[in-house]
């Protein structure tokens, strides 16, 4: 739903541990991109993993921790953004499962759910946005996060980059090969076939949502002696292409 007030929102950063210790660079583009468009921005000190990890290895306690930490950390602030599909599903989609039974945190969990976003959806859906002041001379392509839903609005922004051409790849839907972590053969061959339909497609830079499979992506494709430079689509739209790509000479 589009926020319509004239009151700024306040908008809590859900930062996640990848771009907290691998990427922050991603981080202060998020920053920028909420306050270009009329938020105020806070990074809560006392967050931390959504939960991901240990749901996917069924630890329900630790799970449970983690969203109580996360809701206890963010529940007073008018948004709840994340620059990570994954996360931001996590974060929409898991933690009311987590208080079965516990009326009053249940009810907690739901109205912290109800306003988390992933970045560039709540630019685009919420606060309207369907510009950006950036520039890039270089074709790209994208992506799009597996969670589905998101493929629209990176592009919008993406066609007001100036200098900007969207090159699209065969399949941008598909998973990248980090959803098939558990099994290694299956893994590889998943990130084969993307890095193989990256290359197709011509682009001098891939662009995505989440840093996950940016980071997984950037190593098949220097394995493989591709020149393709892979960044977060965050750092693109606040015009913050100054770090080294993800994985060039050992940065992430």
Known sequence: MR????K????????????????????????????DAGCIVEVPAAQSCCGRPSRGVADAADARAAAEATIRAFEDFDYVVAPSASCAETLMAYHADYFAGDEAWTKRAQAFCA??????????????????????????????????????????????????ALREMEGA???CG??????VSLAGKAAAQKAASIRAAGA?????????????????????GSAVEVRHVAEVLAGMNDTPPIGAGGAS
């Open 115 to 164: 306003k988390v976003h992933e970045l560039v959806a709540f630019l685009v859906d919420v606060r309207g946005v369907s510009r950006v002041d950036a520039r890039l001379h270089g074709s790209v392509t994208y992506q799009d996060a597996c969670g589905g839903g998101l493929a629209p609005q990176p592009r919008r922004l993406l066609a007001s980059v100036e200098g900007l």
């Open 204 to 224: 001098g830079m891939l662009l995505a949502g989440d840093l996950g499979c940016l980071m997984g992506l950037a190593g098949r494709l220097k394995r493989d």
């Open 178 to 183: 980090l959803g098939a972590a558990g099994c």
């Open 173 to 175: 839907a598909t998973c």
């Open 3 to 6: 926020q319509t007030s004239s």
């Open 8 to 35: 700024p929102p306040r908008v809590g950063l859900f930062v996640t541990c990848l771009v907290d210790l691998f990427r922050p660079s991603v981080g202060f583009a998020a920053v920028k991109l909420l306050e």
